[in-house]
Nanobody, 121 residues
Framework: QVQLVESGGGLVQAGGSLRLSCAAS????????VGWYRQAPGKEREFVAS???????HYLRSVEGRFTISRDNSKNTVYLQMNSLKPDDTAVYYC???????????????WGQGTQVTVSS
């Protein structure tokens, strides 16, 4: 069982930046794929980014070049650096983990509680 706790959400103006963090409880964090998803009001949850245990990184096309996912296995933590934020990025952001790979279209086994990101215009 893996517990995930996100932090770093908040309110920011368009064009601003935020960094989300997600701390994992497992001692074998490096063996897990990790990712970020988001859900805006009235919309389905969507894949944002993933960092698989074997090193591959994937992004939602609309965030590529603006968002960067990274991980620090020594701290059991995954980050999402979000730059040039737009009002359309407003959503609850969820951290996720899985022992297998995470890409758009897969459903990870472990989820955090979510953190709100609001981008004002």
């Amino acid at each position: 069982q893996v517990q995930l706790v996100e932090s770093g959400g908040g309110l920011v103006q368009a064009g601003g930046s935020l960094r989300l963090s997600c701390a994992a409880s497992t001692r074998t964090f490096s063996d897990y794929a990790v990712g970020w998803y988001r859900q805006a009001p009235g919309k389905e949850r969507e894949f944002v980014a993933s960092f698989n245990w074997y090193g591959s990184i994937h992004y939602l096309r609309s965030v590529e070049g603006r968002f960067t996912i990274s991980r620090d296995n020594s701290k059991n933590t995954v980050y999402l650096q979000m730059n040039s934020l737009k009002p359309d990025d407003t959503a609850v952001y969820y951290c996720a983990a899985d022992a297998s790979m995470i890409v758009d279209g897969t459903t990870p086994n472990y989820w955090g509680q979510g953190t709100q990101v609001t981008v004002s215009s």
